[in-house]
């Protein structure tokens, strides 16, 4: 009986904790607190034969009105090559860019990652041997507060900015399931790291 009920106490702590982190990715994608920084960089999404994907597209305008606003000088791109495509995310990105007028000496890119936190350790990498220790992280608004989080445990100070015209945001049972789906991903990273 003992057991029964520590048991029940238990599922009942679990189930309020992943409310409270519900929560807070909720409340992290709603934070608009945009400091100046030394890099933007933009978490890459699927890329269609060429051109950034919808979701993708309005990462890359946000990043793009940032590095207009004089928020950083240098613009890292994330994402690799998908199946059965010959262009990384990241790749389509700096094009998509160049074409607004960015400058390619502004632009990095990490195209070999497939998980956030890949990209973001191999932006590690890519950065060692330049003055970069501040960033603004470019995402969707269900995304920030792992990548917050992974740029904490990276050592980097950051700030996050969300997507602000992210097709996502458009339906918000659409955005409901994003965010669930994410707090299943924010447990896999804190105990699988991935």
């Keep these: 009986m003992k057991i029964k009920k520590a048991l029940k106490v238990f599922l ?11 929560c807070s990715i909720y409340y992290y ?3 608009e607190k945009i400091l100046k920084a030394d890099a933007i960089v933009v978490l890459g999404a699927s890329q269609w034969n060429g051109q950034p994907s919808p979701v993708f597209k309005a990462r890359l305008d946000h990043a793009y009105d940032l590095y207009s606003g004089l928020y950083a000088d240098k613009l890292i791109l994330t994402g690799g ?3 059965g495509e010959n262009l990384s995310e990241a790749e389509v990105g700096k094009r998509y860019l160049v074409s607004k ?3 390619k000496e502004a632009i990095l890119m990490e195209e070999k990652g497939w998980t956030s936190w890949q990209s973001l350790n191999n932006v590690k990498d890519i950065i060692k041997d330049q003055y970069v220790e ?3 992280l470019v995402s969707d608004g269900f995304h920030l507060m792992r990548l917050n989080k992974m740029g904490n445990d990276l050592g980097w100070k950051v700030t996050t900015s969300p997507t602000p015209d ?9 955005e409901f399931r994003y965010m ?4 299943g991903v924010y447990w896999m990273y804190l105990f699988f790291k991935v």
């Design 134 to 136: 501040s960033f603004i």
């Design 12 to 22: 009942i702590l679990i189930l309020i904790y992943n409310l409270f982190l519900f």
């Design 29 to 31: 994608s709603r934070i």
């Design 81 to 83: 090559i998908g199946k």
């Design 180 to 183: 669930l789906r994410e707090l």
């Design 166 to 174: 992210s097709p996502i945001l458009r339906n918000k049972w659409t």
């Design 101 to 103: 007028g960015v400058k």
